[in-house]
């Protein structure tokens, strides 16, 4: 048996933790545990610096065959509000952000099983030459493992034709808890954790731009969650020591149920566990050096106080949010620059605007 007190010690060494030692850290007291995380924020990016980007997230089509009870997203294609957007209505939404001074825009759908793989290169094509200036980053491992589906693809074959077409970055939305005991009760037929893992792998090895992210609240035990933030770190050793393009930041946040088939049933998190949650990953991902706080789903006040439990980043102005919104997230998923600029100011840091490499333009 490992005391917390003893795993805090080493952590604020810096030295690397093990799994145990990592779930002892869940019974530590909070304070203690911010403690330790903020300074190693302190310690492994700009003391002084809060980042934050401009950018939009646009959901291309709700159509979904996956089906997973969390998502009050997601509809069928009989559905009156089905939709998938024309490429002309993909561009009016990026040239909105391009007007503020956004610089990428994420572009994510459900798993539309009646979109060819070409629709994908199309789309990628028309909106690079349209916004050469815009990244593009854009579908999730599940996407991608729909398109595996319906064209026999590999991975390695859609994600390198995608990214000759346009692509810039993959990112690691569906993470949620990457253990599958979990993830079969939240949802069965959702993307194994393996599957996970092998996809963005091919996307790091051919130099695409990566995030790692964690959903938690579906009753998973801290077990779980260690062993999520563990494979989390295994993949950064294995990406950045073969490929030197790991994940380059991680997201974390609490899971909204409302509208959704889950709601009643997951515990979701409160903000409390939401900032432990935060601090350990700090300390676990010693390799991962951005992490991001989660307004859209705890709001800004606690937003703010999470970059004193080892988040270094405010996330992004989004513009437009519909998929954890739809599952009822903060009551404002759309903020200003200046709004994001206040609340980190207000907290005692230099706000800097980044591109979603997380380097400071
Ligand atoms: S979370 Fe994504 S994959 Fe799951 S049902 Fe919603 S849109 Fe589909």
Redesign the pocket.
Known sequence: MIRPSDALEKAATGIRLEALELLALYDAPLPELASVAHTLRLERTAAERVTYLIDRNINYT?I?????N??A??RTPRQNDAYTLRYEQISEKVAELEAIGGTRILL????NPALPFEWYLEMLQYLKKHHPRIKLDAF?P??ILGLEKITGLSALEIISTMKNAGLDGLPG??GEILEDEVRLEA?PA??PSADWFRILDVAQSLGLYTISTMVIGFGETMQHRVNHLLKIRDQQDKALKEYNNGFSGFAMWTLQTEHTRLHGKAPGATAHEYLKNLAVSRIALDNIVNIQVSWPTLGFKVGQVGLFYGANDFGSTMMEEN?VSAAGGHDRVRVTEKEIIRHITDAGFTAAQRNSRFQVI
């Open positions: 709700n979904c065959n996956v089906g997973c969390f998502c997203f997601y994510q759908g459900g798993v999730s599940e996407e939305a569906g949802a959702r993307i998929v």
